[in-house]
């Protein structure tokens, strides 16, 4: 045996041993990491929701418990075919629906409502449903920007003592996390974010999960004020493959109303 | 004819002669050795979502995320990233990748191994404390065990999973605690088994030798 086949020899198993120890994925963020979102207009958002928990913990000396309470908001937004839509708020719920030539529009709340021969008096609930959306998908644009600069930037120049973003592709869904600590010796502030998308048109991806995580730790009390935001966006290709299906019978329904400004304020709020 | 015979049966060279049990301690040691190297180099956990059929994941995500198997040395060391799904209590499941940390419980398993290899090769060649050769062979045992419980200990030390709890920060109720997908890689099963082997290699070993003198039944 030669130097050359012992030395092959000695090689050949570490390099077995070492090629099958890659299978875990995810690294640390880049510029490079990040992917083409797509623009509002290239996409159809079914639906999309924001819940806000904000509470307080208490952590015991022995971290085995925590007690937690906190109160929770939402809002939410849905669309469906024949510009039939939803929309969910602390302001109310109303829903816009369009069956057999008559237009609806209802309080999902009080499941009262009125009927109309056109669409003109669902325009504006549905135009508030929209800015809705685009006030959360614009949240999100920019929350990718900034987790693109936190993956760019030093912790310190961003204002935090350690800033660690991390990125995962696993089939058509990327993932970008970004954990930032800052503490003064009093309090400890982390925030948390991840960031989910999935591969929508063209190649281009959109948000899909989201979540926001902020907590405040009182280090002599172990005291946490923490708020928690999240969002869950779903699109379709087409909003035709959406119907909307639910049951007129179970809402109280005015007829032969056309004049929006004639309706009582009980029956429809939110506007 | 007999001086002749004796002749014929001495070793070529005496220094290196072992009786066949302590050959078989000395495979036991060696067997360590490998399994060590199986332990820190082959994948010790699997992260299956397309494995998983009960899961509380979002379906079509999970036949599309790559069997992913984490390496000894991540696993260890913690010097690699991993991904996986965490499910929030609100609803949303994002992706996440999380750089893993030292694994302490693999340290322990390191060192329980070492020490066994360490106090067999004493055994093996001092051959007067046969008393401690059923303490010798649990300590290989141990390892090969904590090496099928590789998955528990990873999702401990990383915090996710259903071991999530020891993590008081992550206010209990936030995360679904779902570590179902979480299972033993192939090098786990390899050097679990490879380190049994050792503690069954010491057992022959110490059977061959004479066993323990202290044990009622070789008193028989």
């Known amino acids: 045996m030669t130097s050359t086949m012992k030395t092959k020899f000695l090689i050949l198993p570490i390099l077995v041993l070492t090629s099958c120890a890659t299978g875990s994925f995810g690294e640390k963020a880049t510029s490079s990491s990040f992917v083409e979102v797509a623009a509002l207009g290239q996409i159809n958002i079914a639906s999309c929701y924001l819940k806000t928990k904000v509470g307080i913990a208490s952590v015991s000396n022995s971290a085995s418990s925590v007690s937690s309470t906190g109160t929770l908001s939402a809002h939410e937004t849905d669309f469906y075919s024949n510009n039939d839509f939803k929309y969910s708020g602390s302001d109310g719920a109303v829903i816009g629906h369009t069956e057999k030539g008559f237009h609806y529009l209802l309080n999902a709340t009080t499941s009262m409502g009125y009927q109309f021969t056109t669409d003109d008096p669902l325009v504006p609930y549905r135009d508030k449903a929209v800015a809705v959306l685009l006030q959360d998908y614009t949240a999100l644009s920019d929350l990718y920007d900034t987790i693109k600069t936190y993956a760019t930037s030093d912790a310190a120049s961003l204002g935090f003592d350690s800033v660690n973003v991390t990125f995962a592709e696993a089939g058509d869904t990327v993932g970008y996390s970004a954990f930032a600590v800052l503490s003064d010796g009093v309090t400890s502030t982390e925030v948390d974010y991840y960031l989910t998308l999935d591969k929508a048109v063209d190649e281009a991806y959109v948000f899909t999960d989201v979540i926001i995580r902020t907590s405040v730790t009182t280090l002599a009390t172990g005291i946490i004020a923490y708020k928690n935001q999240e969002y869950n966006l779903v699109t379709v290709s087409d909003y035709s493959s959406t119907n909307f299906v639910f049951n007129l019978t179970s809402y109280s329904i005015v007829l032969g109303t056309s004049n929006l400004s004639s309706i009582p304020s009980s029956v429809l709020i939110g506007k | ?220």
């Open chain 2, 1 to 220: 004819m007999e001086t002749k015979s004796a002749a014929a049966k001495k070793p070529l060279f005496p220094a290196l002669y072992l009786r066949k049990g302590q050959w078989f301690r000395l495979a036991a040691i060696a067997l360590t050795v490998l399994a060590l190297v199986f332990y820190l180099f082959l994948p010790q956990v699997l992260i299956a979502y397309q494995l998983y059929l009960n899961t509380s994941t979002a379906g079509a995500r999970d036949y599309l995320f790559p069997v992913e198997y984490v390496s000894g040395t991540t696993n260890f060391f913690g010097v690699g990233y991993f991904t996986f799904y965490l499910k929030s209590s609100l609803g949303p499941e994002v992706l996440t990748a999380r750089q893993a940390t030292f694994n302490w419980f693999g340290l322990g398993l390191v060192i329980t191994a070492f020490f066994a290899a360490g106090l067999a090769g004493w055994l093996n060649f001092t051959n007067t404390h046969e008393k401690y050769s059923k303490f010798v062979t649990l300590l290989f045992v141990i390892p090969g065990l904590m090496c099928f419980m590789s998955p528990i200990f990873f999702l401990t030390i990383n915090q996710f999973g259903a071991a999530d709890w020891t993590a008081s920060s992550n206010l209990l109720s936030y995360w679904i605690y779902d570590s179902l997908y979480v299972h033993d890689a192939y090098g786990a099963v390899i050097a679990g088994l490879a380190f049994l082997g050792a503690a069954v290699f010491f057992g022959l070993g110490t059977n061959a030798e004479g066993g323990d003198k202290n044990d009622i039944h070789n008193e028989d």
